[in-house]
């Protein structure tokens, strides 16, 4: 008769404990995680939209019962801030505290531009940011290499790609004489960042290439709300249209009700007013006539979309900030059941090779959006979508007590371009 001691018997316990949780572990019962850092300005001056970004990630995920595989996937708060400086600090502390495996969207701009060379630096993909800028764009280009984890880190194209639209719609509409203009005066504004400059630059250049006059450049503080002797200026200089964005609701809103106020005599063109859902209680009548260009909830799955999330959250959803978060963070789970099926693990370096290899490629796009029709990356596109009508697109907006009407393209009009009473 063998004899086994307590000793050996705890051994034998042990070695027989660690083979079942070997066997466990290969079938999936012990859960393995997945660390997805969504990015936004959760607080500070934009926390509304970071709100909506959140949310909107939450619902995609909770869709799937936040699993992927015998993944559990674990989403994290990448707060920006809004500042540059905060965003690469609270980025840096996700990576190293909460072990984020991959990172996406954000909104603005200059963060996008800062967390490049941290995305470089911890070699961690990032997908769909907000961010427009062409420096972003340029910034890719001169190192490709080093900033491959931005292969798909842009779901805003550049601003050059979208703003033609205002000045096709204003330009038809003074050639078709719908508007008789009383100057082909033109003054450009915006916040003073990346992405105001960006497009500053980007529709007056392309407003100076159809013949408007450009007189001025105007970029401001985020967080100013007093513009009187700037629309002071303009209406002195007798522009007939005054172009640019912001991405501070308040901000936008006081200067589109200071306009009126001022009684300046022009169109006004407001790129992102509508960005947030409560834009219209900010604005008010003021944006009756204003032009905006961003996504809407058409759709019969985007109306669906809107609903749910009024009935969630209590609150507005825009399309531009909640829709795009929603279509992006389903095309992400896109691209993580792709790199569980690849390689049967999901972590930064599965993802960024389904990133680099697949979704840059234009082999693996998204065609199940509420917004658009295809998301699609090509290596002539990278970082950036393709921009076109089966693609990303844009309308053209007019706004009516709070609601946008499409006025361009022509194939997607609901209705007219309309001249505001006080130019008539």
Not at 8 to 29: A, D, N, R
Not at 43 to 62: C, H, K, L, Q
Not at 319 to 333: K, Q, R, T
Request: a negative charge.
């Amino acid at each position: 008769m063998i004899t086994v001691n307590s000793t050996t018997k705890s051994l034998i316990v042990f070695f027989m404990l660690s083979l079942l949780f070997v066997g466990f572990s290969s079938l999936g019962v012990v859960g393995e995680e997945v660390v997805v850092g969504v990015t936004g300005p959760f607080t500070g001056p934009n926390a509304r939209v970071g709100s909506e970004i959140w949310r909107s990630y939450n619902m995609a995920f909770d869709d799937i019962n936040n699993k992927i595989g015998s993944y559990d996937v674990k989403l994290v708060k990448v707060d920006t801030e809004s500042v540059p400086e905060k965003a690469t600090r609270n980025y840096m502390q996700a990576v190293t505290r909460k072990g984020v495996d991959v990172t996406t969207f954000n909104w603005h701009s200059s963060v996008s531009v800062a967390l490049m060379d941290m995305a470089a630096k911890y070699e961690i993909p990032h997908f769909f940011g907000g961010a427009a800028t062409q420096v972003i764009l340029d910034k890719y280009h001169e190192n490709p290499e080093k900033y491959q984890y931005y292969d798909s880190g842009k779901f805003w194209p550049t601003p050059r790609k979208l703003s033609v639209a205002y000045v096709t719609t204003l330009t038809e509409a003074v050639e078709d004489g719908v508007w008789e203009a009383p100057t082909m005066n033109v003054a450009i504004y915006g916040e003073n960042t990346d992405w105001g400059r960006s497009f500053g630059g980007a529709i007056a250049q392309q407003f100076e290439e159809t013949g408007w006059n450009v007189l001025s450049k105007d970029y401001f503080e985020m967080k100013q709300t007093k513009f009187y002797p700037l629309l002071t200026k303009w209406k002195e200089k007798k522009v007939s249209v005054v172009a640019g964005t912001s991405t501070v609701p308040s901000s936008f809103a006081a200067l589109v009700k200071q306009a009126r106020e001022v009684g300046l005599k022009g169109i006004i063109i407001a790129d992102g007013l509508g960005w947030m859902g409560e834009w219209y209680d900010l604005a008010g009548d003021a944006s009756d006539y204003v032009l905006d260009e961003i996504p809407q909830f058409a759709s019969k799955e985007a109306k669906a979309f809107k609903e749910r999330f009024e009935e969630e959250w209590n609150v507005k959803p825009s399309a531009s900030s909640s829709g795009l978060a929603f279509d992006g963070a389903n095309y992400l789970i896109k691209i993580l059941r792709k790199t569980y099926q690849l390689y049967g693990e999901i972590n930064s370096e599965t993802i960024q090779k389904v990133n680099h290899y697949l979704v840059r490629t234009g082999d693996l796009t998204y065609t199940d959006g509420i917004l658009m029709k295809e998301y699609k990356y090509t290596p002539e596109s990278s970082p950036d979508p393709v921009v076109g009508k089966n693609f990303y697109i844009y309308p053209v907006i007019q706004y009516h007590e709070g609601e946008g009407t499409v006025i361009w393209p022509q194939a997607w009009a609901e209705g007219k371009f309309e001249i505001p009473p006080y130019l008539k």
